[in-house]
């Protein structure tokens, strides 16, 4: 999943909306808007296609352009005017129309559409992607057509679980990674609004694959939750979570987020943590000072001209670093939190801010470290082995496990 923190990026551009039919949401909750920046983002071609017939129309007026025979294809790329329509006939692309605003694609059934980016080997050698709902192709400014799939909650649910946590966890662990990730989808809507859309496909905000990511145990795991949400104090909760807390979940010092506490990840005092044998649960992580130097100096946050050395100021309560300074000869010191560090020297290197450190005689920094993500909410991997043999626990166990203090409601009961 994402790092905890948010990203908004202002773009003003054309739009056009493909739809597809989706199930009906608990509640009818409002469908969501998901960026594909990760699926299809960098493209400056599209093709779009359905097994049903498709009605087309402008999206800013309804006008209808034109109903499509079964398993029709259209692409669209990027023209001055804004994005032009064409349609696939034999092997040639014959021009629709060029529209400045929206189009909208309705398919004539519940089957998804597809969607591919046409790189320079053509259409032949492009990937098809399915998704169900609506998905939205924007021009940008700089001529790059991005993609937005508007869907129903549970469905955007469906294509989650699998490639956050893997399909194959015990059935409790992808209950409750699926609640903890439409609890994240509701609480985020909107954090992307000045994109035109709600949360990406990216570990931005969590990764979705669309009917791809759609297995035989995660669909029955969001049937069976359907609905559910973490709340405290009557509130969606920030359910955010990781692959490996490293033994003890994150503490959030501010109190804004009083449900993320320094939880040890153990049954019971002197027991096995219960991710000891994940392979990213207890790790090192070595830097020649020259090498630490050189990442230290790309980032103006910790840059220093005679780098001398870097400490851990202090621990969290959970064990992770609170600051970290780096020093000059000169005298100048420069202080970062744990985060920035991490982010600093590399996410998928210092995987965790849950370390130690150790400055040999050589020089050769060597952190020691446990686990792997931000460590705030669930373990991945944690839950994982909670839900399994010889622990057996519920999604109830595992969720009120690692969000202390939560409840879980159906997602109807914050509006009434």
């Known amino acids: 999943m994402r790092s905890f923190q948010h990203f908004t990026t202002l773009l003003a551009v054309p739009v056009l909306t493909i739809l597809a039919a989706f199930p009906v949401a608990a509640k009818d909750l409002p469908p969501l808007r998901v960026g594909l920046s990760r699926a299809m983002g960098g493209g400056t071609s599209l093709a779009v296609s359905g097994d049903a017939a498709m009605l087309i129309s402008q999206g800013d007026n309804g006008k209808l352009i034109v109903r499509t025979g079964e398993g029709a294809t259209y692409r669209t790329i ?3 005017t804004g994005i032009e329509l064409d349609a696939l006939d034999g ?5 629709v129309g060029r529209f400045p605003y929206s189009l909208v ?58 490639p956050e946590m893997g399909a194959d966890a015990p059935p409790e662990a992808l209950k409750a990674q699926a609640i903890a990730s ?30 791809e990511g759609e297995k035989p145990g995660t669909v029955a795991a969001v049937d069976d939750t359907r609905g559910k949400v973490l709340t405290y104090d009557g509130k969606l909760i920030e359910a955010e979570f990781s692959n ?56 103006p946050r910790t840059h220093v001209t005679n780098f001398t050395s870097l400490s851990i ?13 780096v020093s000059d000869n000169d005298g100048t010191m420069k202080t970062v939190t744990g985060p920035e560090l991490r982010e600093i020297l590399g996410y998928d290197t210092l995987r965790s801010t849950r370390v130690s450190l150790t400055v040999r005689s050589n020089g050769d920094y060597v952190f020691h470290g446990h686990g792997w993500g931000h460590g705030f909410g669930m373990s991945q991997v944690g839950a994982a082995a909670m839900a399994g043999a010889p622990y057996n626990k519920s999604y109830v166990d595992i969720l009120m496990h690692y969000y202390v203090g939560t409840r879980i409601v159906d997602d109807g009961d914050l509006r009434e």
Do not use: M
Request: charged letters at 25%.
């Open 91 to 95: 092997k040639e692309w014959q021009t």
């Open 313 to 325: 100021d202090a621990l969290d309560a959970s064990g992770r670093i609170k600051t970290a300074t």
């Open 244 to 299: 490996d807390c490293g033994g003890v979940t994150a503490v959030d010092s501010s109190g804004e987020h009083p449900y993320f506490q320094a939880v040890a990840e153990t049954p019971g005092d002197g027991q096995a943590e219960y991710a000891a044998l994940s392979k990213n649960h207890d790790w090192d992580c070595h830097f020649s000072q020259d090498e630490l130097t050189a990442l230290l100096r790309k980032d």
């Open 105 to 162: 694609f309705s398919s004539a059934d519940t089957r998804a559409l597809r969607i591919a980016k046409i790189g320079s080997g053509g259409l032949l050698n492009s990937t098809f992607r399915r998704y169900r709902g609506t998905l939205t192709i924007r021009k940008r400014p700089d001529s790059i057509l991005s993609v937005v799939n508007t869907v129903d909650i549970e469905a955007y649910v469906y294509g989650v679980v699998a």
């Open 182 to 211: 439409r609890t994240y989808a509701l609480r985020n809507r909107g954090r992307f609004a000045a994109d035109g859309f709600d949360v990406d496909d990216s570990t931005r905000s969590q990764q979705y694959d669309g009917v």
């Open 78 to 80: 990027t023209c001055p």
